[in-house]
């Protein structure tokens, strides 16, 4: 059972920018989410999600992390920005109607600045992952 559906109380990005669909679990240490591709997202070609998507699902993952705890603790939904991807792997680009499973990791934090490592798992597998450095402002 998912922490919450109510992705746009968390997370600053909005519509047509979605690219999480709910917070599944949220830890100090890590956040996962799940995401369903529908045929009318932006980053859909040929059927296809784009690679751009991908980067982009780890990033809101980290942000709805980091939304969800500021939630809890009653403070402001921060905004964040990626400061560097590093080790992008991808080895397959999901599909229309094909569910993602996204769990990020915080590898270390020193003030305004995390890093994470985020992994993105299509039936079972891993498709894609990176190491990214998140800004918050």
Do not use: W
């Not at 997370?11 to 920018?17: D, L, T």
């Not at 600045?113 to 992952?129: C, D, F, Q, S, Y």
Request: net charge negative.
């Amino acid at each position: 059972m998912a922490l919450t559906n109510n992705i746009l109380s968390i997370i600053p990005q909005r519509a047509p920018f979605i690219m999480i669909d709910a917070l599944e679990t949220c830890t100090p240490e890590n956040a996962s989410t799940s995401f369903t591709v529908r045929p009318d997202n932006i980053f859909i070609e040929n059927g296809i999600l784009q690679e751009a998507a991908l980067v982009e699902n780890i990033a809101q993952t980290a942000a709805a992390h980091m939304g969800y705890t500021c939630q809890q603790e009653n403070k402001p939904v921060p905004v964040g920005f990626i400061g560097a991807v590093q080790n992008l792997v991808i080895h397959a680009l999901p599909a229309v109607n094909d569910e993602l499973h996204t769990e990020i990791v915080i590898k270390n934090q020193v003030f305004n600045a995390t890093i994470i490592a985020g992994t993105i798992v299509l039936n079972g597998k891993p498709i894609a992952g990176c190491e990214m450095k998140i800004f918050i402002s």
